[in-house]
T-cell receptor, first 113, second 114 residues
Framework: DAGITQSPRHKVTETGTPVTLRCHQT?????MYWYRQDPGHGLRLIHY???????DKGEVSDGYSVSRSKTEDFLLTLESATSSQTSVYFC????????????FGPGTRLTVT | AQTVTQSQPEMSVQEAETVTLSCTYD???????LFWYKQPPSRQMILVIR??????QNATENRFSVNFQKAAKSFSLKISDSQLGDTAMYFC???????????FGKGTLLTVNP
């Protein structure tokens, strides 16, 4: 258990509304990631963070923004949700130096109607 | 850019038998890491096994082992003595060089039949 929680676990929202997903970790890991999972696509990286206030884009970052004001929290925001953002969202962490694997949170299922 | 290909969208196996899941990748990196993740119906992503590219010895974790062929850029997962609890989606993943970003394959859905 890597001590990763995600909230909410499920959310239904309407097109055009803003949505924020939260990832919380308890072990002071420097690297945190947001992925989305869609059938036929595996997991794709949205954004990642390599420290407080240090973030960068992944391969599917359009329509998403992130913030990390504290080590333990990494927020993913959909400024104006669209139906194409209906997906399962996973947060992940990378443990410290010398480790390259990532450990995942339980996921958030987001439905945009 | 790295790519990871899993050519088997679905597979099935009888309980107690052995099954092999295929994965190939493409990279120009010389130093990289490969992983297999399992995603059961609970949706949780679980790390099954890891392989460092600089190690020639194939990784093994209990009933799970890999066949890592660096020259062929192949990284298959063998599950021995399959159990009903092995039913899951399996993802192959890659991290290369100083890039700490995982690239995933599209997954193989494995069903273990009683």
């Amino acid at each position: 258990d890597a001590g990763i929680t995600q909230s909410p676990r499920h959310k239904v929202t309407e097109t055009g509304t803003p949505v924020t997903l939260r990832c919380h970790q308890t072990e002071n890991h420097r690297y945190m990631y947001w992925y989305r999972q869609d059938p036929g696509h595996g997991l794709r990286l949205i954004h990642y963070s390599y420290g407080v206030k240090d973030t960068d884009k992944g391969e599917v970052s359009d329509g998403y923004s992130v913030s990390r004001s504290k080590t333990e929290d990494f927020l993913l925001t959909l400024e104006s949700a669209t139906s194409s953002q209906t997906s399962v969202y996973f947060c992940a962490i990378k443990p410290g130096q010398g480790s390259y694997e990532q450990y995942f949170g339980p996921g958030t299922r987001l439905t945009v109607t | 850019a790295q790519t990871v290909t899993q050519s088997q969208p679905e597979m099935s196996v009888q309980e107690a038998e052995t099954v092999t899941l295929s994965c190939t990748y493409d990279t120009s990196e010389n130093n990289y890491y490969l992983f297999w993740y399992k995603q059961p119906p609970s949706r949780q992503m679980i790390l099954v096994i890891r392989q460092e590219a600089y190690k020639q010895q194939n990784a093994t974790e209990n009933r799970f082992s890999v066949n890592f062929q660096k020259a062929a850029k192949s990284f298959s997962l063998k599950i021995s003595d399959s159990q009903l609890g092995d039913t899951a989606m399996y993802f192959c993943a890659f991290i290369g060089g100083s890039n700490y970003k995982l690239t995933f394959g599209k997954g193989t859905l494995l069903t273990v039949n009683p």
